[in-house]
């Protein structure tokens, strides 16, 4: 029982008290800090007392003087680093400025670019929108552009010979079934696909032709019995029209071939005549057929065009009469345009012109200089300057109106007033008109 007390109490011992280990580290601590460092804190106090002695005696002095030398130095050396500071911040914002500046300018030099394409672009897509409608006036003003083959009793006879197949174009068809339908210009195969017309519907169409055929003669019949003379131009071409469309009905009731059907045919004699050798040839089977050339719309003269021209011819004429009647005029025969006296005399004239200028302004300088002077009295030389200057300059003005109206007058002499002769073709509009009249009637051949 006591050994278990005993032991207990060791572990108590060993457990709660601190004391040992306490002991322990206040030993080491005292040989650390009195035995190891002895006297080193003492001697460093002593050695910073004496630095500070020493610089309260001979460094503060030192630093003064180092100072009031130095500072002014380095405060004038920041004042610098400051200016070109300031400096380089001005120039940064004039060089922001001028960029913002320069792109702005730019930005409205590419707008204005970009409105002058999109303008440009607008410009050409109507040029080809114009052009486009132009030549679609043309092609519109060709009827059928296609030679027409009219065959003759012999073509025809053989066309018939051949079987049907959806490899014959339509136009040979036409000619096989003997139809009355006019045939087309293009190379189109039998299709089942195609509408097909009944009798009933050639019957209708044959008698909306006859009464339109019926109409248009009547028209003619009493177009004809009107006088040509009296006619206006838009009952002519009425007329020409009316005479087309019959001319159109008469021929397109007519069966007639294309060259793609004449191409078509030469291929079927080349294929058949390896077979058959007594085959005739092509050019043998077109003896005798009519060919027919399209015609094309023929366009009238322009009246302005008609009248300018006339007028020229006039003038033209009248050039030739004075050149041809010079000799026997006693005004114009002294006048030798083309004789080196006359333009030496010409340029003589010219020249005195030229000095009598320069002597009116030089004389209403020295009036307005001088003169003045002389009759009012002492003037400033300024004063007086300015009033020669305004006197020669408003002479000046006054020569040149003069000058230029008199070169005026005799540059715009008329071509067909004759000098010393009765006038040709001036202010005549009956020669122009009834010209006019003739040339406008008549066909353009160009």
Not at 48 to 75: F, H, Y
Request: proline content about 3%; hydrophobic content about 35%; aromatic content about 8%.
């Amino acid at each position: 029982m006591t050994e278990l007390s005993r032991e207990i109490g060791e572990i108590w011992s060993r457990l709660f008290d601190h004391r040992p280990f306490l002991n322990g580290e206040i030993k080491f601590m005292l040989k650390e800090f009195e035995e190891k460092r002895g006297d080193r804190e003492v001697e460093n106090l002593f050695s910073i007392l004496e630095d500070i002695t020493e610089i309260k005696d001979t460094q503060v002095d030192k630093i003064s003087r180092i100072s009031t030398t130095g500072l002014p130095v380095l405060k004038e050396k920041l004042q610098q680093a400051l200016d070109l500071t300031e400096i380089i911040d001005k120039d940064y914002k004039e060089i922001e400025k001028e960029s913002e500046k320069k792109r702005l300018e730019n930005k409205e030099k590419r707008k204005e670019e970009w409105d002058q394409f999109i303008d440009d672009m607008n410009f050409r897509c109507k040029r080809i929108d114009n052009t486009f409608e132009e030549k679609e006036e043309e092609l519109r003003s060709l009827v059928d552009t296609n030679v027409r083959i009219y065959p003759s009793k012999i073509l025809t006879d053989f066309l018939k010979t051949i079987p049907v197949s959806k490899e014959v174009p339509s136009n040979i068809l036409n000619i096989i079934k003997d139809h009355n339908k006019p045939g087309r210009i293009t190379n189109e195969v039998v299709d089942s696909n195609v509408i097909q017309l009944f009798d009933s519907d050639f019957e209708t169409i044959n008698k909306v032709k006859s009464s339109l055929q019926c109409n248009e003669v009547a028209n003619k019949e009493e177009s004809t019995d009107k006088n040509e003379e009296t006619l206006s131009d838009d009952i002519k071409e009425k007329k020409i029209l009316e005479n087309t469309k019959l001319q159109y009905i008469e021929d397109v009731d007519k069966p007639y071939l294309t060259t793609i059907d004449l191409d078509w045919l030469y291929i079927y004699l080349k294929n058949k005549r390896t077979q058959e050798k007594s085959l005739p040839y092509l050019h043998e089977l077109l003896e005798g057929a009519e060919l027919k050339m399209p015609n094309n719309i023929i366009h009238k003269r322009n009246p302005d065009l008609e009248a300018r021209c006339v007028k020229l011819r006039a003038q033209q004429e009248a050039r030739e009469y004075r050149k041809m009647t010079k000799g026997v005029d006693n005004v114009r025969i002294h006048y030798p345009e083309d004789s080196i006296a006359y333009q030496m005399k010409q340029l003589n004239r010219h020249l005195i012109a030229i000095g009598q200028f320069l002597l009116s302004i030089f004389a209403g300088f020295l009036f307005g200089f001088r003169g003045v002077e002389w009759m009012v009295g002492n003037l400033d030389f300024g004063f007086r300057l300015l009033l020669g200057v305004m006197c020669a300059l408003i002479i000046a003005l006054a020569e040149i109106y003069f000058l230029a109206k008199k070169i005026n007058e005799e540059l715009s002499v008329p071509e067909t007033v004759q000098l010393g002769g009765p006038v040709k073709f001036v202010n005549d509009t009956t020669y122009v008109k009834d010209n006019t009249k003739k040339a406008i009637e008549k066909e353009h051949q160009d």
